[in-house]
C-alpha cells in the first residue's frame, strides 16, 4: 500500500467517511457538490444553503480557500437543481459585517447555529484544507443550521501542483499601514470582483479573486463561467500575476497556468484600474476581438 492510500484509509477509519481522488480542483469540487446534491435527493422540498469561506490547517484564508468556496457555490448551483437554493457570496459577506463576526469558527456549533439562523438559511457547507506531501486534502461538511447534525462529509485529494501551493501560501487578508497612524486597514482592492467579460459576440461570467502584495505586485485567480443559455463557454479557472501603479491604481494582469483549462480556451490577460469610490474595475482584456472586462466588488 503506497503512501496516498494508507493515508486515506487511515482518515477513512478516523471519520466514517471515504476518501477519493482528483486529477484537478474543478473535479474535486463536482465531486464534493455530486455527493452532497446526492444526499439530499429524495426530502420534500429544498434546503437554503450558504457556502462558507474554507480555511487551512492554520487557521489562514488563502486565494485557494477562497477559490475553493467560489467553485463549490457555482457547482451547488449547476448540480442543486430543486435540492438548493445556495445564497450569494456578497449576502453572505454582508452578514458576516453586520454581525461583526470577521472570524467565525464555524466548526463551533453554537457559532454555526447562530450564524445560520442569521442568514437565514437551513445548511452551512464548511471546509478545511490539509496539505500533505505532495497533495492537499479537502474536507467539507454540509450542516444543518438548526439541529447542527452533520448531513454530509466529503473529502477529496487533489495534487499539490506548483499553483496549488502559489495560492496556497497567498495570504487573502493583507493589511496597509494606516498613514494617519494607528492599525493598518485592509487594501480595499483586495477580494473578489464579479462581472461579465467580452470576446468577439460572445459574454460570459467572471469572478477574479485579487491581492495587492507589499511589493505592489498583483497575485489574482480567474474564474469563468456561462451566463445564458447557449452561451458556448465552459467553466475554467486561471491564477494570474501583475503589477499596479499605486498612485492611480492602474494595474495590468497576466495569465500564469491554467488551474483548470476549459476546451478550446487560451489564456488572457487584462489590463485596467479600480474605482474604489464606486468598487468598480473598468478593463479591456489583451487580446484582439476580446474587449471590455466589467466588474464588481463583492
Not at 455527493?35 to 487551512?56: C, D, H, L, M, W
Not at 454540509?142 to 497567498?170: F, G, H, N
Not at 500575476?241 to 491554467?258: K, Q, R, S, Y
Request: with cysteine.
Amino acid at each position: 500500500m503506497n503512501l496516498y492510500k494508507l493515508l486515506c484509509f487511515l482518515f477513512a477509519i478516523a471519520t466514517a467517511s471515504t476518501c477519493t481522488a482528483a486529477e484537478s480542483v474543478d473535479e474535486a469540487v463536482e465531486q464534493v457538490a455530486q455527493k452532497f446534491v446526492a444526499s439530499q435527493i429524495g426530502n420534500e422540498g429544498s434546503k437554503r444553503v450558504a457556502v462558507t469561506s474554507f480555511v487551512s490547517s492554520n487557521q489562514q484564508t488563502t486565494q485557494f480557500t477562497n477559490l475553493l468556496m467560489i467553485a463549490l457555490t457555482g457547482k451547488m448551483v449547476s448540480n442543486g437543481d430543486d435540492v438548493f437554493r445556495v445564497i450569494e457570496r456578497a449576502q453572505l459577506e454582508n452578514a458576516l459585517q453586520e454581525i461583526q463576526l470577521s472570524e467565525v469558527d464555524l466548526f463551533n456549533p453554537s457559532s454555526a447555529k447562530e450564524f445560520g439562523n442569521f442568514l437565514g438559511v437551513d445548511a452551512l457547507v464548511v471546509g478545511e484544507i490539509t496539505p500533505l506531501f505532495d497533495r492537499v486534502r479537502i474536507d467539507s461538511r454540509l450542516i444543518d443550521v438548526e439541529t447542527i447534525e452533520t448531513l454530509e462529509v466529503a473529502s477529496v485529494w487533489v495534487p499539490l501542483t506548483p499553483t496549488v501551493k502559489r495560492q496556497l501560501d497567498t495570504v487573502v487578508k493583507v493589511s496597509r499601514s494606516n498613514v494617519m497612524g494607528g492599525p493598518p486597514e485592509p487594501d480595499k482592492r483586495n477580494g473578489i470582483w464579479k462581472g461579465t467579460g467580452i470576446c468577439g459576440e460572445t459574454s460570459f461570467g467572471i469572478a477574479v479573486s485579487i491581492i495587492v502584495n507589499p511589493d505592489d505586485t498583483l497575485s489574482a485567480m480567474q474564474t469563468y463561467f456561462p451566463i445564458n443559455n447557449g452561451a458556448k463557454i465552459e467553466s475554467g479557472v486561471l491564477s494570474m500575476e501583475g503589477t499596479i501603479n499605486v498612485a492611480t491604481n492602474e494595474f495590468t494582469l497576466t495569465p500564469l497556468d491554467w488551474m483548470y483549462q476549459p476546451r478550446g480556451h487560451q489564456p488572457i490577460g487584462f489590463a485596467g484600474s479600480f474605482d474604489l469610490s464606486r468598487e468598480q474595475i473598468n478593463a479591456r482584456y489583451l487580446q484582439d476581438g476580446c474587449s471590455d472586462v466589467r466588474l464588481r466588488k463583492q
